[in-house]
């Protein structure tokens, strides 16, 4: 099978914890997912899958396209499909080497929402009601008919990363209550039932762990912004990241430096630093006495740079539909075959009759 990837990336700090290590010595196990909902941004590709590819050298990883929690928000049946393909597309693309990471759809291994069911049985109410994403997507109203799939969001990623006892999960700060939910999930079931699951502890980068939206940077760069000069997609052409990044809101003043007092360069410079790999000082240096255009028409260069790569890998991918297939095919085995052996131990220590053979 070809290898799609190789992107360099400069590594970020981990935090990985093998606390509570029950498997014989091998690499830690990451687990990450990324939904299917329309082309990802710089801040998904910052914030975690950066750290995708980068975790791929010390762990074992299973990335995972997270179909299931899409359908959480109506998705028009085509384009949830076509998103699936893309999703797992840029992945690869982003540098995730199938040879060496387990890639999958959430949807083909069943285990997911069955360990998600039994999590339901120790999840608490007021717990999900607490997650601030929840609250985000409902705006704050929970009324009649919000839907128990919304509500249940996080229990069935607690089971995604808990079904395959992963030590580290690389997420954008988005997502760390979530994990912190799961560790809550873990050790709660561990102490009822017996130790079951490893206790899987967040990896979020010291930079660019909350990318905000280029229209509004006081929130954070999303695909359901109501604007696309929120976000320059990882496929925009190179003439729509200029233009975003031309529109791109900035501070009052002049100088290009990030400071509490510049909440959008304070972005745009960890943007520039992120995909050029330099520090903010260089960055402040190069640009004193020069202003905002100047800046900016050099970041949108920077970023069309660092994008050209990944756009020409989604183009080969595109091309070759039976490889990505290929990809989730084997994925899917592999990871079924430790999904299998977690559930066994769950239903085991919950009491579940095996099936007779
Ligand atoms: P999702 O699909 O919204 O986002 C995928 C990843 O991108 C990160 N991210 C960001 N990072 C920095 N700045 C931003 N503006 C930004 N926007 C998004 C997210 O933190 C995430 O890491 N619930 C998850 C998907 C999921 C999952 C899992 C993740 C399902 N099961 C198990 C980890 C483990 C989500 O909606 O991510």
């Known amino acids: 099978m070809a290898a799609y990837g190789g992107h360099e990336l400069d590594s970020c700090a981990m935090t990985a914890s093998r606390d509570n290590e029950e498997r014989p010595a091998r690499r830690p196990r990451v687990f990450s997912g990324t939904q299917p909902t329309g082309a990802l941004h710089l801040g998904n590709y910052l914030g975690a899958m950066r750290n995708y590819v980068a975790l791929q050298e010390t762990h074992d990883c299973i ?12 998705q028009p049946r085509a384009e949830l499909k076509r998103n699936t393909i893309e999703t797992a597309n840029m992945f690869l693309a982003a540098g995730v080497d199938p040879e060496r990471s387990i ?28 997650m601030t994403q929840f609250k985000d997507k409902t705006g704050g109203v929970e009324g009649e008919s919000v839907s128990v799939g919304l509500f249940d969001y996080p229990v069935l990623m607690a089971a995604d990363i808990l079904l395959y006892r992963a030590d580290a999960v690389p997420v ?36 660019g762990a909350r990318i905000m939206g280029l229209d509004d940077p006081t929130k954070k760069m999303s695909k359901s912004a109501g604007s696309a000069y929120n976000y320059i997609a990882l ?17 009052s003043g002049t100088e290009v430096r990030p400071g509490d007092d510049k909440p959008a360069l304070t972005n745009l410079v960890a ?24 800046f900016k028409a050099d970041l949108a260069e920077v970023t069309v740079d660092a994008l050209a790569p990944f756009q020409a890998r989604m183009r080969e991918l595109a091309d070759d539909k039976g490889f990505t297939l290929d990809v989730l095919r084997l994925g899917a085995e592999r990871a079924e075959a430790i999904a299998a052996r977690t559930m066994q131990k769950v239903h085991e220590r919950v009491g579940l009759v095996p099936r007779p053979d």
């Not at 959430?106 to 999900?128: D, F, R």
């Open 63 to 74: 990335y995972c396209v997270v179909d299931l929690h899409a359908i959480t928000i109506r």
């Open 172 to 207: 954008g700060e988005d997502q760390k209550q979530h994990v912190e939910l799961t560790r809550d999930l873990a050790e709660r079931f561990n102490n009822a039932f017996g130790k079951t699951f490893v206790v899987p502890a967040p990896i979020i980068p010291p930079e």
């Open 103 to 130: 890639v999958i759809v959430q949807s083909h291994v069943p285990q997911h929402t069955e360990l998600a069911w039994i999590l339901n049985t120790v999840a608490y109410m007021g717990e999900l009601r607490r």
């Open 271 to 294: 943007i520039y630093g992120l995909l050029a790999g330099e520090a903010a000082e260089t960055i402040i240096d190069r640009y004193a006495g020069k202003g905002y255009a100047d």
């Open 235 to 251: 496929t925009d052409s190179p003439d729509e990241i200029r233009r975003k990044i031309k529109r791109a809101v900035t501070d």
